[in-house]
């Protein structure tokens, strides 16, 4: 089975901060039994679709599948994310805030879309089929790279921009939609509820309808992006357990714990400590007690937003010779 735990691995700054006298014993006998290796850094919706059986394209195809769970067909068009986010100006970088953050209402969504829309014409006319997830729809590909939004949020956008050959025409459109952004109705009334502007798009998850995959293991997730990219490829979907339990050894499913991502994303520690102490107690804690009857395959413990991942067999749990060390002394110093 694949466990899949956003910022379960997180930079050394914030393990520095949220895991200091912070004791995880299950967590860290996992770690020293197992076998850890770095992974690329693609986010959530690339480790689900890699999971799931889904190549990619240029991109991971995240539009096109996402579109199908709307109930759209994506027909033979090559589709592009266009979620609405917030751009925030720090002292020395942008910072990005995620749809979900702003969590914008129908009325809303439509209102700001038909506004971009009617501003640069079909050539940029998002549609948002859901209110957090808008889409942009061409009948020829653009030549364009994009980062997924998961990967971008709370970080610095600047070198996370689309790049390839048209990037430059789309970036260009982004700042003139920031403008047009500034001062529509919909967000000067949000700003006086205390609540995030809409004042940009990411785009991402460019590309065409994939063939679906043949038997996608079941997916076990909470997370709506999570079920909705599932249900996109055709894997049946289920909702995530309270904890680990035995009738999960034998699962060759997906499950997706998202506790720390709301945390990990904006550099909580706090709220990412006190996330690690659950998954501690309801996940890592049952999952040693049951390593010794994990089945030949083994468990994974992949962490897609900063690349790494943990394999662990039946034969881990007799290696009681491997000290467990604290999260921080394993990750946050030379």
Known sequence: MLLIVPHLFPDAHLLEVAAQDLRLPALESLLARGTLRDT??????????????????????????????????????????????????????????????????????????????????????????????????????????????????????????????????????????????????????????????????????????PRQPDNPPPVHAQHAAARALAAGCGAQTHALPEKFTAQLLGNQGVAVLDHLTASGQVGDAWGWREAMRTLERDWFAPLQGLLRKVGPQGIHLLDPEHGKRLHLQARDAWRVWRRPRSLVERFAKP
């Open 40 to 209: 690329p850094a693609e986010g959530l919706d690339a480790a689900l679709c890699e999971a799931l059986g889904i190549p990619r394209q240029r991109d991971w195809p995240i539009a096109a599948l996402t579109l199908s769970s709307e109930g759209k067909l994506p027909g033979e068009a090559w589709w592009l994310r266009a979620d609405p986010v917030h751009l925030q100006v720090m002292r020395d970088r942008i910072v990005l805030a995620g749809s979900e953050a702003l969590a914008l209402t129908r009325e809303e969504a439509d209102t700001l879309a038909e506004a971009i829309g009617r501003h640069f014409g079909a050539e940029f006319a998002p549609l948002p089929y859901h209110p957090q997830r808008w889409y942009l729809r061409y009948a020829v590909a653009p030549d364009l790279v994009t980062t997924p939004l998961s990967c971008a949020m709370g970080r610095d956008i600047d070198p996370l921009q689309p790049r390839g050959g048209d990037a430059m025409a789309f970036r260009t459109r982004l700042n003139e939609l920031q403008m047009l952004l500034h001062d529509h109705p919909v967000n000067q009334a949000r700003e006086a509820r205390g609540e995030l502007a809409v004042n940009s798009l990411w785009l991402w998850g460019g590309g065409h309808l």
